[in-house]
């Protein structure tokens, strides 16, 4: 089955750019949606956004700061964040995005999703 | 953006109770909702797709109902290792956005 491995630096200086990849195995990464999701310590999660093999979408919370890019030759996605403060200290988590088709209507959620990494911003 | 709200944001009980988690939308969202479990150091996982559909190889004991602004999680009968933390989340619009989380503790 489909599994996802983060992968990237942990410690990321203020107002330097984060780069995380998402390596895929058990499934070609050119047939579904892949996504990034980040869980401050101790709070919820916040959707970043999802690529396709023809498109990207992003949170518009952070979409000026947001690219999310496909390596197909590496079965691999990447996720960058530019000009980052505390703030952005998070585990980030890469996903797919799944769904069915039920009576003509189409539903989709987050998974499987990969262990997470940890990226603290600091000086 | 459309707001999810759980409630309670925590919860005491014990094995072999019966736990109910509240979520409501700010907005219709049909029966565009998930529920994921999350453990503590681990990635969440995907319970109930689609307000009430049991995903595979999750036990029968959690169950999902609701459509519009407010949805249901049931588990029937409380284990040990079903002591987590539980978000909800919808994909009705383009922004999917999650509860806030309910910790369920001992």
């Known amino acids: 089955q489909v599994q996802l491995q983060e992968s990237g630096p942990g410690l990321v200086k203020p107002s330097e750019t984060l780069s995380l990849t998402c390596t895929v195995s058990?499934?070609?990464?050119?047939?579904?949606?892949w996504s990034w999701i980040r869980q401050p310590p101790g709070k919820g999660l916040e959707y970043i956004g999802y690529i396709y093999y023809s498109g990207t979408n992003y949170n518009p919370s952070l979409k000026s700061r947001v690219t999310v890019s496909l390596d197909t030759s590496k079965n691999q996605f990447s996720l960058r964040l530019t000009s980052v403060t505390a703030a952005d200290t998070a585990v980030y988590y890469c996903?797919?995005?799944?769904?069915?088709?039920?009576?003509?209507?189409?539903?989709?959620?987050?998974?499987?999703w990969g262990q997470g990494t940890l990226v603290t911003v600091s000086s | 953006d459309i707001q999810m709200t759980q409630s309670p944001s925590s919860l005491s009980a014990s094995v072999g109770d019966r736990v109910t988690i509240t979520c409501r939308a700010s907005q219709t969202i049909s029966s565009y909702l998930n529920w994921y479990q999350q453990k503590p150091g681990k990635a969440p996982k995907l319970l109930i797709y689609a307000a009430s559909s049991l995903q595979s190889g999750v036990p029968s004991r959690f169950s999902g109902s609701g459509s519009g602004t407010d949805f249901t999680l049931t588990i029937s009968s409380l284990q040990l290792e079903d002591f987590a933390t539980y978000y909800c989340?919808?994909?009705?619009?383009?922004?999917?956005?999650f509860g806030q989380g309910t910790k369920v503790e001992i």
């Open positions: 058990g499934g070609s990464i050119s047939r579904y949606y």
């Open positions: 989340q919808q994909s009705y619009s383009t922004l999917w956005t």
């Open positions: 996903a797919r995005r799944w769904g069915i088709a039920v009576a003509g209507t189409e539903y989709y959620w987050f998974d499987p």
